[in-house]
């Protein structure tokens, strides 16, 4: 049996440091930030945590994602196809600076990509 592409990309502590750097990255992207504007500390831990529990259980990992489904998740926030775009920049450099491989980080791309119709909405 094929290793899952949870175990190829490191395992739990891979995947959240990557949620981690993600999320900054994108807190401090001049595209992406006001997605991040006026939410508390903790209102951040909770969605950071969320993003770990789903990329784990969207592997293979053996975690219970417990969020909403993405198109709920993402309504209302008007996310743009240069939302998205710049989105999937960070997402490949984050994983580069992670040394994951391109095979991996190309898994990931069309993983997300197949979320893309429930995430951008204008």
């Given at each position: 049996?094929?290793?899952?592409?949870?175990?190829?990309?490191?395992?739990?502590?891979?995947?959240?440091?990557?949620?981690?750097?993600?999320?900054?990255?994108?807190?401090?992207?001049?595209?992406?930030?006001?997605?991040?504007?006026?939410?508390?500390?903790?209102?951040?831990?909770r969605e950071r945590q969320h993003l770990i529990n789903y990329l784990v259980q969207e592997t293979?990992?053996?975690?219970?994602?417990?969020?909403?489904?993405?198109?709920?998740?993402?309504?209302?926030?008007?996310?743009?196809?240069?939302?998205?775009?710049?989105?999937?920049?960070?997402?490949?450099?984050?994983?580069?600076?992670?040394?994951?491989?391109?095979?991996?980080?190309?898994?990931?791309?069309?993983?997300?990509?197949?979320?893309?119709?429930?995430?951008?909405?204008?």
């Open positions: 049996m094929p290793a899952t592409l949870y175990s190829r990309l490191g395992g739990y502590d891979t995947i959240a440091t990557f949620a981690t750097k993600l999320i900054a990255q994108m807190q401090s992207d001049s595209v992406l930030r006001r997605f991040w504007t006026n939410r508390c500390a903790d209102w951040n831990a293979g990992g053996q975690m219970y994602y417990t969020g909403r489904e993405m198109a709920l998740a993402h309504e209302g926030l008007q996310i743009t196809e240069v939302d998205w775009q710049r989105f999937i920049e960070i997402v490949s450099r984050v994983a580069g600076e992670l040394g994951v491989s391109a095979m991996e980080r190309g898994e990931v791309i069309a993983f997300l990509d197949r979320l893309k119709g429930d995430i951008v909405t204008s």
